[in-house]
């Protein structure tokens, strides 16, 4: 099944990035690094910087074993044929190593920054799923198949992920959101959810890099309802700004073991895997000594 290879994949600990603030070299070494600390995966986003599909396809060519995902492709950059065309082509460059992770994105990315229509999220991925399915490929497809997973917040979204893909790749979410899309998906699909750490004991310094870094996903309307779903409140996020409540129940801080704690909520909660994003109190690129410190068997 697709949900066994993608958990083969991405293991049980992974690393998500933006690798937009590293050099290409520098990009390479810091793939190499998350091998040699036994992570099983690296997951890159889509935005206004690098292609993550080329990015990724150099970073498999300096490492041997880890796994890489899309967290997550636009679908709004590119036709289904496009996407399928590269789901299949980086799946066999990466020889088996390789997650493709689609999502809808957000309107003012889609509208404001593409310049397309943003149209309605489930309807529009349903088609486009199965637009994928049926997209022509002459080429020598990969060996071993190439699994889907849909960044889904809300009920509908993650019901889609579990029927039409391999599984469930939340963002900004909460060990409470990983037990209900559990509950949602089923025992089958991947649910592999994103969370954010700081390796910072300190509450003031750990929440003012926290409450900076929330700025632009709270104002999201998606993260928004997402949040409100899950109980949160308007005045949780009022103005960009998230509250004590709302950071430290989406970002991991503190000492490494009370950020182990939290991950292993989501694992308790029903995660097959869970990607930290090492925010770094120190400047823009990813935290090496949280990623030391968390690394399996540290």
């Avoid at 050099?23 to 091998?35: D, H, N």
């Amino acid at each position: 099944m697709s949900s066994d290879i993608a958990r083969k994949i991405v293991g049980r600990l992974g690393v998500w990035s933006w690798v937009d603030t590293l050099t290409a070299a520098e990009a390479r070494e810091y793939a190499k690094r998350i091998e040699e600390l036994g992570y099983g995966s690296l997951w890159l986003p889509e935005a206004v910087g690098r292609d993550p599909f080329a990015t990724i396809v150099d970073l498999a060519r300096s490492t041997t074993k880890l796994g890489f995902a899309t967290g997550i492709a636009n679908i709004y950059a590119r036709d289904p044929m496009t996407m399928n065309t590269l789901r299949l082509t980086v799946g066999d460059l990466t020889e088996g190593r390789f997650l493709l992770g689609i999502g809808v994105s957000h309107k003012h990315l889609v509208s404001g920054i593409r310049g397309h229509e943003y149209k309605k999220p489930v309807a529009t991925m349903r088609n486009y799923v199965e637009a994928m399915s049926k997209a022509t490929f002459l080429a020598p497809k990969p060996e071993v198949d190439v699994p889907i997973v849909l960044a889904a917040l809300r009920q509908n979204m993650t019901k889609l992920a579990g029927s039409a893909t391999a599984g469930s790749h939340p963002y900004l979410t909460t060990p409470e959101h990983t037990q209900r899309a559990r509950e949602i998906l089923g025992d089958g699909p991947l649910l592999a959810p994103e969370q954010m750490v700081i390796l910072e004991e300190n509450p003031d310094t750990a929440r003012a890099l926290a409450r900076e870094t929330l700025k632009m996903y709270v104002r999201a309307p998606n993260y928004q309802k997402s949040l409100l779903w899950l109980g949160f409140e308007d005045k949780d996020f009022e103005g960009g700004e998230a509250s004590d409540r709302l950071v430290d129940a989406l970002v991991a801080w503190g000492s490494a073991d009370k950020i182990r704690e939290h991950i292993e909520k989501h694992f308790q909660a029903g995660a097959d895997h869970v990607c930290i994003q090492p925010l770094n109190p120190r400047g823009p690129k990813p935290d090496m000594d949280a990623l030391e410190a968390l690394a399996p068997g540290a």
